[in-house]
């Protein structure tokens, strides 16, 4: 079955500094989906990426959708105490049932101000 | 609208016990799925709806996990007998199909502890 690995598990930053995590599915997506989830909440969806090799833009986050709609990678610049949380991909099979929303593995952000 | 309602927050049960969690997704919203959370294993899809069908249920751990959807405005999540290791947080989360996209809106979960 479709399986979505994120790398790192676990980061720990100082404050101001970059954080970037990236994501890979055993499969091909039809669309890639951002979530932040702060600790003891519940995941929030950030973003949508379509288009192979699509970037966009919120703000210090960049997030990006590989060529082949494998991977993606989310890049936050100058971290901030209120970035916490664990950051999770998620994507539905490409060709298969269109909204069977499969999540990554998530990376926990740790900011140390 | 108030997003996604799960019920109850939290729940304490013996092992043995049946135990139900309920959720109403969002007015308008066509899917449903239901998660579970755990530190080991992360965000694990039980099983998804469409059109208050199951479409999906290939991610139920075993015949004690049922879940029904009986009209769009409310689904149920049912764990009988309990276990320990079912402890966990449940998540229930709705989507509109569209093309495109199906980002989901999630509830603030139920705490599940087993004793």
């Known amino acids: 079955g479709q399986q979505v690995m994120q790398i790192p598990q676990y980061q720990h930053v100082q404050e101001g500094e970059d954080f970037t995590t990236y994501c890979n599915s055993s499969t091909t997506l039809s669309n890639i989906q951002w979530y932040k989830q702060r600790p003891g909440g519940h995941p929030v969806f950030l973003i949508q990426l379509v288009k192979s090799g699509e970037v966009k833009k919120q703000k210090r986050l960049t997030f990006q959708f590989g060529e082949a709609k494998k991977n993606s990678s989310l890049h936050i610049t100058a971290t901030q105490t209120t970035d916490v949380g664990t950051y999770f991909c998620a994507g539905p099979e490409y060709g298969g049932a269109t909204n069977k929303l499969i999540f990554g593995t998530g990376t926990l952000l740790a900011v140390q101000p | 609208d108030a997003g996604v309602i799960q019920s109850p927050r939290h729940e304490v049960t013996e092992m043995g016990q049946e135990v139900t969690l309920r959720c109403k997704p969002i007015s308008g919203h066509n899917s449903l799925f239901w998660y579970r959370q755990t530190m080991m294993r992360g965000l694990e899809l039980l099983i998804y709806?469409?059109?208050?069908?199951?479409?999906?249920d290939s991610g139920m751990p075993e015949d004690r996990f049922s879940a029904k959807m009986p009209n769009a405005s409310f689904s149920t999540l049912k764990i009988q007998p309990s276990e320990p290791r079912d402890s966990a947080v449940y998540f229930c989360?709705?989507?509109?199909?569209?093309?495109?996209?199906?980002?989901?809106?999630f509830g603030q979960g139920t705490r599940l502890t087993v004793v």
């Open positions: 989360a709705s989507s509109l199909v569209r093309q495109g996209g199906t980002e989901a809106f």
């Open positions: 709806f469409n059109n208050n069908v199951p479409i999906d």
